[in-house]
């Protein structure tokens, strides 16, 4: 068995999962970061707390996988994003509570590592995930291993416009900057000022602009709301198509909340533009683009099985 802990911006869930992959136990606790002693102690009491509840004793858990947005290396954090640490020794700290080893994960390769062993990569070698979230985060496994650790994608900061929106990277034009949930609700935003006639705006007062928002009043057969869908699609095929012709994956997967928008207006068309302008159609790998299939627990059951990737 082993432990997963998914790093949320606001809370820490915990798993505990099989050999199969199957979570049998999940505890939480808000991220309250006051220092990286204090945040390795609440990782291991947290592994307790979910071994305890399952039902397993920690002599029966292999590891603890832990998933969290930033760079790591080993049982090193080089540096998060969203909590403040920076050249942590994260697994020493750990074990100070809990006497097991720690992997560590970027949260996109973790949902990675769960979808290809759970979910939409099942029976791939080389297979993607992009994440679109805040930003957009990339996992990539190629021959059946993770690159993982100072080797993980940023796939997010692929440029796609010259010269266009700054990015809090530093450059301009940054894929995530078009292609994520928050470039998503930017569109929106830009299209209902232009567009006061627009069902946006009745959508937006029941609780305000989301990711969904573009695509539910679309849904309605709204203009204004049709075209935001389609630049959104035609941003995230740009980055999708290079991604493809770099690594030329048999899958990949989208995952995040604007995932879950219907067929007709996000996977159709970007599947209709990946045929038609990536290389690897024309060489004999046309790659897959699916949705990915295990939402929520992705972060818990990749960072479970991160040793099985490595």
Not at 94 to 102: E, G, I, V, Y
Not at 189 to 206: F, I, K, T, V, Y
Not at 237 to 246: K, M
Request: glycine share 14%; charged share 20%.
């Amino acid at each position: 068995m082993y432990v997963g802990i998914d790093v949320g911006g606001t809370n820490l869930k915990a798993g505990l999962v099989d050999e199969t992959g199957r979570i049998l136990a999940v505890e939480r606790t808000p991220l309250d970061f006051q220092g990286p002693e204090a945040f390795a102690a609440t990782l291991a009491e947290l592994s307790q707390a979910v071994m305890a509840a399952g039902g397993a004793a920690p002599s029966q858990v292999e590891y603890v996988g832990v998933g969290l947005p930033g760079a790591v290396s080993g049982g090193d954090v080089v540096y998060t994003t969203n909590i403040p640490m920076e050249n942590v020794p994260l697994e020493a700290l750990f074990r100070h509570t809990l006497d097991l080893p720690l992997l560590l994960g970027n949260d996109a390769d973790c949902a990675a590592v769960g979808e290809f062993f759970c979910g939409a990569g099942r029976g791939t070698r080389d297979f993607v995930v992009v994440t679109l979230g805040t930003g957009i985060g990339g996992g990539i496994i190629l021959d059946g291993k993770l690159r993982g650790g100072l080797a993980s994608s940023e796939a997010g900061h692929l440029v796609i416009c010259h010269d266009g929106e700054p990015c809090n990277c530093g450059r301009r034009g940054c894929w995530e900057r078009y292609a994520s949930a928050t470039g998503l609700i930017r569109l929106t935003r830009e299209a209902m000022a232009a567009h006061p006639e627009s069902a946006l705006h009745a959508l937006a007062a029941q609780g305000g602009v989301e990711g969904r928002t573009a695509f539910e009043a679309a849904q309605q057969g709204d203009e204004t709301a049709l075209t935001v869908c389609r630049t959104y699609v035609s941003y995230l095929a740009d980055g999708l198509v290079s991604l493809i012709n770099i690594l030329r994956p048999e899958v990949v997967a989208i995952g995040g909340g604007v995932a879950a928008a219907p067929d007709h207006l996000l996977l159709d068309p970007l599947r209709e533009i990946v045929s038609r302008e990536s290389f690897g159609c024309h060489g004999g790998r046309c790659t897959r683009v699916l949705r990915a299939e295990l939402g929520n627990d992705a972060g818990i059951i990749g960072a479970a099985l991160l040793g099985r990737a490595q």
